[in-house]
């Protein structure tokens, strides 16, 4: 009798735990159609010049900064992508089409045969006089 009890407890305790893992809700993979208007690249230098007195060598790091510009439905989003590299996939080029999932602060493209890239969004707008892929879909 003891031997089945702890037989049980031991099932519960492995099930348990797999029940309540699948309950969770798994992030939206939402993919929607973009193009990408534009790209807009920057290189950042830290420190400031104006501010920095060095002795012998130059204490600074160069790091590029690109704005993304894309249009997605009625929205055009701009996403900032900051990188030691100078270098943007080509998949983010402008005329381009990419698969684009938006959140309440991010970009994320799905790059076909690379990893999945995110942005943080620095400005949105909606096109409100020209109609749009959602407004004739609704009527």
Known sequence: ?????????????AVVPL??????????????QGTVLS???QEVTSPNQCCYTGTDGPLQ???YA????????C???VGRYETAFDFLPS????????????TKHLLYF??????????????HSDLHTAPCETSSARR
């Open 1 to 13: 009798m003891k031997g089945k009890v702890c037989v049980v407890i031991f099932a519960l305790a």
């Open 19 to 32: 029940l309540n893992a699948s309950a969770r809700p798994q992030p939206s993979k939402d993919y929607q």
């Open 39 to 41: 790209v807009d690249r």
């Open 61 to 63: 790091s160069s790091y």
């Open 66 to 73: 690109y704005e993304v510009s894309v249009r997605v439905g």
């Open 75 to 77: 929205g055009t989003y």
């Open 91 to 102: 998949a983010l080029s402008p005329n381009k089409t990419v698969q684009v999932r938006l």
């Open 110 to 123: 799905d790059l076909a045969g690379e990893r999945e890239m995110k942005m943080g969004i620095v400005h």
